[in-house]
């Protein structure tokens, strides 16, 4: 038997770059997200090459403390993948989208930063519809 792996692997580009929404269960909170690599590797590499130069000398020396590295993949992920959410409460208030914020949300929220880039590197949800063979 023959396997098509069009159909296990290909992904939708305008998906991976444009970005998908995530809604939770049980409540309203959705989060626009793109793909965590992919189409987006480049913009990855250059994010990462951004926020990390500044500390390389600490990565290098492992000085560089947990909190600093949460922070900087916090930025990464807003910078790259997180392009908007909705029905987002911080301090009980509405909270439009800014990428500030969301730094300091995900940073604030290690479960939540986890959880969000977790589903922006699921492959699945970027598939391309190749339709019912």
């Keep these: 038997m023959k396997t098509n792996f ?13 970005g998908i929404w995530y809604t939770f269960p049980d409540n309203d909170a959705a989060f626009l997200l793109r793909r965590f690599g992919g189409e987006n ?50 301090d009980g208030e509405d909270a439009p989208f800014s990428k500030e914020l969301a730094v300091k949300v995900l940073v604030h929220l290690p479960e939540l930063m986890d959880k969000l880039t977790a589903l922006a590197n699921d492959t699945e949800s970027f598939k391309e519809d190749l339709g019912n063979y």
């Design 41 to 90: 590797t480049t913009l990855v590499k250059k994010a990462m090459a951004r926020y990390y130069k500044p500390y390389a000398k600490q990565i290098d020396l492992g000085m560089l403390p947990d909190e600093k590295v949460t922070e900087i993949m916090a930025k990464i992920f807003v910078d790259v993948c997180l392009l908007d959410w909705k029905n987002i409460e911080v």
């Design 6 to 18: 069009d159909r296990l692997f290909k992904t939708d580009k305008a998906k991976e770059t444009e």
